[in-house]
């Protein structure tokens, strides 16, 4: 199984210069936890509803003059696509993050996050335990 299979492709960006509360309005607007930060076509951080939410509650930022620029994880992590899923998810285990930009021959393609590989697994077993049942139905 490959990154590309697990993807959302569906990407949410903003510039450097965008406010904490414009991140926060997109990704509530988007029902989304994490937002690319993209200038000029290149990523150059992530940010997460998590690094908003300590950045206004423990920092004391306020969200609508502090700039994404000042909190965001910069130049993060990427996978490529085509990447084997289990060496996304051991990059993910070791930097201790749950969202991966995906590239795809240096371009943004999407962004994977552990969440989205959880409910896939999920309908994978669920659809597998469904055979098993009606397999050992088959066989009583």
């Known amino acids: 199984m490959t990154v590309r299979q697990f993807m959302n492709k569906h990407i949410v960006s903003l510039q450097p ?3 904490l509360r414009e991140a926060a309005l997109k990704m509530q607007e988007k029902k989304i936890g994490s937002i690319i930060i993209e200038e000029n076509m290149k990523i150059k951080g992530i940010l997460t509803d ?4 300590l950045a206004v509650a ?3 930022k306020d969200a609508g003059s502090t700039c994404v620029c000042d909190i965001m994880v910069q130049d993060p ?3 490529d696509a085509d990447a084997d899923l289990d060496s996304a998810l051991r990059i993910m285990n070791r930097a ?3 969202r991966l ?6 371009k943004l393609a999407g962004v994977i996050s552990s969440a989205d590989v959880a409910q896939a697994m999920k309908g994978e077993l669920n659809q597998f335990m469904e055979l098993e049942e009606t397999y050992t139905s088959a066989k009583g």
């Open 17 to 19: 210069s965008a406010t």
């Open 50 to 53: 998590r690094d908003i939410a």
């Open 58 to 60: 423990a920092d004391r």
């Open 77 to 79: 992590i990427t996978v």
């Open 96 to 98: 201790n993050v749950r």
């Open 101 to 106: 930009p995906v590239l795809e021959n240096g």
